[in-house]
Every structure is written in structure tokens, then in C-alpha cells.
């Protein structure tokens, strides 16, 4: 039981992690809340899905592709409807909301309601701390640590990492440093996109593909930003690992309790938003005129 | 090196700014007083280009509907217009009013992000190492966290971070407020070494006595309009100027 929860945690809470992050991403640098942020999870699935149902490519490939190809349909967005509009706040709520359902009525269209699925590199099982884990899912799991460690590295260790932490942190002092912030948020935007399609790409093995499934990741990433702060990368990654917790907690110790998952999630969105509404890592917003 | 001309800047129905001149030129430390209001910061957020950047980014709404004329030069090159990183690109860099460091970044990381257009992994290093000569508080407290530091380390860290990024004309907004004497004092001294290297400066300040005394030449701005300009004994000489707006 306890290692049955512990490993859905791990694999939830790094496809979470690595959306969260993505999201907190791009709201901290261009102050952009994207509704869209997990329509791109879902178009990388189905990207996948037509790569190696339709198109007969290998499932690595087919996934690098799919990054590629969401990441600069993403991009083409930001530039095209979300920068221009950027400083009308709500404007960006609805266009964001707007285009994931573009995307999910474009894929009804296409796909249909049905629900697909993606094959995925390896077949069986093996054992890890007497648990039965699906070498898909352990795959999974270890290469999502591995691109999170690296997200952390970008931000930590290089250059264009240390300006998107400065432009998120002050967006003038960055300016007055000689940083062209507008790039940086471009280039930030690429990045989250990325993110966020990776998670789809990665996860689509393990899920269920339909126009539908962008929804319930974005409710549970609202969920953790709350909780990890808002544009708080460990605060991302923090909530990521407190909600997959959770879940898993309601899904494996209530009986038939997994329908539960959500709202517990979202229980704990109010409780936060009631006590601690900057969250755990959240600063608030100052200093900006 | 500095020349504008003419500037005039309107937010909404406000003239921040009324047909502003002013020249600065190399080597020199000009100093440009003023009481609360009079549009200071405005000026020096017009030159290094944030006006126009807040303008760009607050397009659409009221508070984008901002105005501003007028022409501003920098070594001979027209730079109104142009964006803020552009500006600092060329060396004229803005040490910005309440300091602003990236409150989250540890002091060194603030420092290197001063130094991001800085080429070359040896220069990076010469230059860090004459700003911690400078400012050795920032050597010790290189992996703290900058909003943890005082007021008066947190405007050192400023003052640094603008250094790294090796300006030819550092403008420096308000330094001294909320410092206390003795701190003040240890900044101003440190404001006329930085002059004293050789980078030429333009500093705005509350605290009249000590910027006058500082200066080659300064400016009175007041009610948007530049009313007096001139060395220490030509301003103090004019009696009006000493009591309507030196206050000394």
C-alpha cells in the first residue's frame, strides 16, 4: 500500500512538477497567466498519437518531433495573440482559455471523441521495493527527474537563466541591466511550451488520449501554484509533490475514493487561498509601478 | 556626452516634464536637485528609456497614454526612442530610484546579472573584483540573499550592479534616501571615487548640501521646468534660488 502510493506520487507529481513549472515559468517572466499551458500537453499527445499511428514512426522520434512541432505552434501564439495583449490581464484569460478550446474542438474535429492511445518504448514490468512498476512508468518517471534537473540547471547555472530570474523578480531592473526582456519572454514561452509538451509526450503512454484531458491537469496546476506561490519555481515543485501526495492519499486510502482526487486538490487550493494566499514560496508583487 | 533637449513628458493630462534641457560632459559629475515631485525621476526614467518601455507596456489603457517630445543624445547618437536594454547597452546606465535589486538572487547573482552584457569570463572577473574592492560588504555577504541585506548594503549591491555593467555615464537616482548619516556619508565618498575612475556621472538626489558640494555643476528642477543651473557659489549667490529651493 505505502509503496503503491509512493510510486504513483513520483510519476503524478513529475508530469505535474513539470507542467507547474512550465506555468510558473512564463507567469513569472511575462506576467502571463495560460490557460492554454496544458492544451499544449494535449496537443503533443495527439501529435504523438498521428506520428506513430499514422504517420508509422518510432515512439522516440515521434515524441522529439511532437516537442518540436507544439513548441512552435506555442510560440506562434504568444507572439501572434498573447504579447500584443499582454498588459490587458483578463483580455490574456480569455484569449488563453480561448485557444485551448480552439485546440480541443480542432482535435474533436479530427480525432473524434474517442478515447485513443499512444504504444509506449517498453513492454512488462519490473519490481521496485516489492511494487509492480511498468517499465513504462519507470521510464517515464526517470526521465522526468532528469528534464526537471535540467530546467534547474537552465535557471541555476547559465546565463539566459540568471535573466529570466532577474526579468521575473523586476522587469526594469532587468531592462536597465541591458536585457532585452521581450526576447527573454519570447524565448520563456518556447521554453514553458516545451515543458508542458514534454509532459504530454512523456505521459501520453500512460494515459488516455482525448480533446478533453487538457482540463484536469490545468485545475490541479492551478492547485499547486496556489499552494507553491505564484511564479515560484520550487514553489511549483513543492505543490507538485504536496497535491500528487494527496491524490494518491484519497485514491488508495478512501475506499473507491478516486473520483475524490480532484476536488481534494482543490480543497486544498481554498484552504491556502483562505490562510497563506501568497502560498508557500509566493512573494507578493511589489516594487513594480 | 549627455545632451537633451527640449523634453517634454505628459502622462495622461500631467506634464511630468516642461521643455527640459540639460548637458552633461565627460569626466563630469553633475548633480540635479529638486524637491518631491518636480519630476526627477521622471527625467532620469526618460533617459535611459523606461518611459517609453512603460508606455509599450501599458499600451491601451489609460495609464499608457503618455507623451514625450523632445531629443536626447548620447555620445553624438540620437537615444530617445530607442528601448531601455538598448540604452544600456551603450553604456549609459540607470541606477534606479529605492534601489530595486532582484530581491530573490543571492548578492553575487545580482552581480553577475549586472554584468550580463559583459563578455568573457575575465572580465567578468576584473570587474567583480574592483566592485568588491569597493564595496568589500558585498564580498561578505556574496551568497546572502539580497533582500536580507540593509538599506545601506542593498544601495551599495545597486551601486555595484550598475558598475558590473561598465558604464561610460552611470545616472543614480535618490541613493541616500532612507540612509543614516554615517551611512550617507560613506556613500557619497564612494559616489566621488566611482566619479574619480573615471565614469562620468549624473546624480539625483534630496540631500541638497552634499550633492552641491559634490558637483562640478548641478541643476534645479522644479515644477517640471529646469529654473537654475550652475556651480555651488553661482547657485548659493542667488538668493532667491537659496531659499525657494535650496532651502540652505
Redesign the interface.
Known amino acids: 500500500m505505502l509503496a503503491n502510493i509512493l510510486v504513483t506520487t513520483l510519476v503524478n507529481g513529475a508530469a505535474y512538477a513539470m507542467l507547474a513549472v512550465g506555468f510558473s515559468l512564463i507567469f513569472g517572466v511575462g506576467r502571463i497567466i495560460n490557460l492554454a499551458h496544458t492544451a499544449y500537453y494535449m496537443l503533443a499527445g495527439y501529435s504523438i498519437f498521428t506520428l506513430v499511428r499514422v504517420a508509422g514512426l518510432a515512439y522516440v522520434p515521434a515524441m522529439a518531433l511532437s516537442i518540436l512541432l507544439v513548441t512552435v505552434v506555442a510560440v506562434l501564439c504568444y507572439k501572434l495573440l498573447i504579447d500584443p495583449m499582454r498588459e490587458h490581464e483578463t483580455t490574456v484569460l480569455i484569449i488563453t482559455i480561448a485557444l485551448a478550446l480552439v485546440f480541443q474542438e480542432l482535435m474533436l474535429k479530427y480525432f473524434g471523441g474517442h478515447f485513443r492511445s499512444v504504444p509506449g518504448v517498453a513492454e512488462g514490468s519490473l519490481s521496485i521495493l516489492g511494487v509492480q512498476v511498468t517499465r513504462q512508468q519507470a521510464i517515464t518517471c526517470a526521465v522526468l527527474a532528469v528534464i526537471l534537473a535540467a530546467v534547474w540547471l537552465l535557471l541555476h547555472r547559465t546565463r539566459f537563466g540568471l535573466a529570466v530570474r532577474a526579468t521575473a523578480q523586476d522587469m526594469e531592473a532587468a531592462n536597465l541591466m541591458g536585457m532585452d526582456v521581450s526576447r527573454i519572454a519570447t524565448l520563456t514561452a518556447a521554453v514553458s511550451a516545451a515543458l508542458s509538451a514534454a509532459a504530454g509526450a512523456l505521459v501520453a503512454p500512460l494515459n488516455i488520449l482525448e480533446p478533453h484531458m487538457w482540463l484536469n491537469p490545468l485545475t490541479i496546476i492551478l492547485a499547486i501554484i496556489v499552494l507553491g506561490g505564484m511564479g515560484s519555481i520550487k514553489g511549483s515543485i513543492y505543490g507538485a509533490a504536496i497535491i500528487a501526495l494527496s491524490e494518491s492519499l484519497v485514491i488508495f486510502l478512501i475506499p473507491q475514493g478516486s473520483f475524490l482526487k480532484g476536488a481534494f486538490s482543490l480543497l486544498i487550493m481554498i484552504i491556502v487561498l483562505l490562510i497563506r494566499p501568497e502560498g508557500l514560496f509566493g512573494v507578493a508583487l511589489e516594487g513594480e509601478r | 556626452m549627455l545632451e537633451v533637449k527640449n523634453l517634454t513628458v505628459c502622462y495622461d493630462t500631467a506634464m511630468l516634464l516642461n521643455e527640459v534641457s540639460l548637458k552633461v560632459n565627460r569626466g563630469e559629475l553633475v548633480g540635479l536637485v529638486g524637491p518631491n515631485g518636480a519630476g526627477k525621476t521622471t527625467l532620469m526614467r526618460a533617459i535611459?528609456?523606461?518611459v517609453l518601455?512603460?508606455r509599450q507596456?501599458?499600451?491601451?489603457?489609460r495609464a499608457?497614454n503618455i507623451t514625450l517630445t523632445g531629443e536626447v543624445y548620447f555620445q553624438g547618437q540620437r537615444i530617445d526612442g530607442l528601448?531601455?536594454?538598448r540604452i544600456?547597452?551603450m553604456g549609459l546606465?540607470?541606477?534606479?530610484e529605492?534601489r530595486?535589486?532582484?530581491?530573490?538572487?543571492s548578492v553575487e547573482?545580482n552581480l553577475?546579472?549586472?554584468a550580463?552584457?559583459v563578455r568573457g569570463r575575465r572580465a567578468y572577473r576584473d570587474t567583480l573584483e574592483l566592485v568588491y574592492q569597493m564595496f568589500p560588504v558585498l564580498q561578505k555577504r556574496a551568497r546572502q540573499v539580497s533582500a536580507t541585506l540593509s538599506g545601506g548594503e542593498q544601495q551599495m549591491l545597486a551601486l555595484g550592479?550598475?558598475l558590473m555593467?561598465r558604464p561610460v555615464l552611470l545616472c543614480i537616482d535618490e541613493p541616500s534616501t532612507g540612509l543614516s548619516p554615517l551611512i550617507k556619508g560613506e556613500l557619497f565618498a564612494k559616489i566621488g571615487e566611482i566619479n574619480r575612475s573615471g565614469i562620468t556621472m549624473l546624480l539625483v538626489e534630496q540631500d541638497v548640501r552634499q550633492t552641491l558640494a559634490m558637483a562640478g555643476r548641478s541643476y534645479i528642477l522644479s515644477h517640471s521646468k529646469i529654473v537654475a543651473q550652475g556651480k555651488k557659489d553661482e547657485l548659493m549667490a542667488d538668493e532667491t534660488i537659496r531659499q525657494s529651493y535650496l532651502g540652505l
Open positions: 535611459s528609456g523606461l518601455w512603460e507596456m501599458k499600451r491601451g489603457t499608457g528601448p531601455p536594454h544600456a547597452r546606465v540607470l541606477c534606479p529605492r530595486r535589486p532582484f530581491s530573490e538572487l547573482e553577475k546579472a549586472g550580463y552584457r550592479r550598475a555593467t
